[in-house]
């Protein structure tokens, strides 16, 4: 019987709120530039723009509550996003379908060396270095749809130290849930244990070691990162 040539990597889950079970996390799918003040903030027409996706890794994420300020970068942004989280999925998924595939949300900060990823837009190159390090998803425990239905609407907000940096609403997504997945199941073979990080609102800006980071969505929850 053949065996692995050297050790398996653990598998990347993420705690269930209520339960000990684990969901275990396959892909991670990033949307860009979903809100359109944060896509006016960063120089672009949102109006003109088709859905975009760049990924993490599934080790990338975190649900210790720490982000250790990354090495190579002096510019580290935060930006608070609604996490969907996929029980089941397919390919050519119809928009009126897309919602019977999710399992459940959490609330993420794409954690971003903005320098980083800026140098690489400025080369035409991809933005994995900017946004596929260690550690870059730190994440709350899920919670599944049946707990708390499908969350359209409501506050999505990050404090920053007590500051409120970040406030929208998840109304004033782009590209709402059913349109991402189906989006994605037209490129994709998606899966169970696929997270898709929604966007973010305006607001985004620099962290410094020592700050305390709440990232809040109405009918989700809130939860606390530390920079260290």
């Not at 996490?83 to 089941?88: G, I």
Request: aromatic share 8%.
């Amino acid at each position: 019987m053949p065996t692995y040539a050297i050790p398996p990597h653990p598998q990347a889950v993420s705690p269930i709120t209520g339960t000990e079970d684990l969901f275990p996390v396959r892909r991670v799918y990033c949307i860009g530039r979903n809100y359109a003040d944060h896509a006016i903030e960063m120089g672009h027409d949102p109006d003109k723009e088709p859905p975009f996706f760049f990924q993490k890794n599934p080790d990338n994420i975190d649900t210790s509550g720490v982000f250790p300020y990354p090495e190579k970068s002096s510019d580290v942004h935060f930006e608070v996003e609604l996490v969907v989280a996929l029980q089941s999925g397919g390919r050519d998924i119809p928009v009126q379908q897309a919602m019977d595939h999710v399992y459940g949300y959490a609330i993420a900060l794409d954690m971003t060396r903005r320098d980083l990823q800026s140098e690489m837009k400025k080369m035409g190159r991809p933005w994995e270095i900017g946004k596929a390090f260690e550690r870059s998803a730190p994440m709350s425990p899920l919670i599944p749809a049946e707990r708390i239905g499908h969350p359209t609407a409501g506050a999505i907000t990050l404090h920053q130290n007590g500051e409120l940096r970040q406030s929208g609403d998840l109304n004033q997504m782009i590209w709402k849930v059913p349109e991402m997945i189906a989006y994605l199941s037209q490129y994709y073979d998606i899966a169970a244990g696929d997270l898709i990080l929604s966007g973010t609102p305006a607001g985004v800006g620099p962290v410094a070691k020592g700050d305390v980071l709440v990232g809040a969505i109405d009918g989700v929850g809130q939860f606390e990162v530390t920079v260290i």
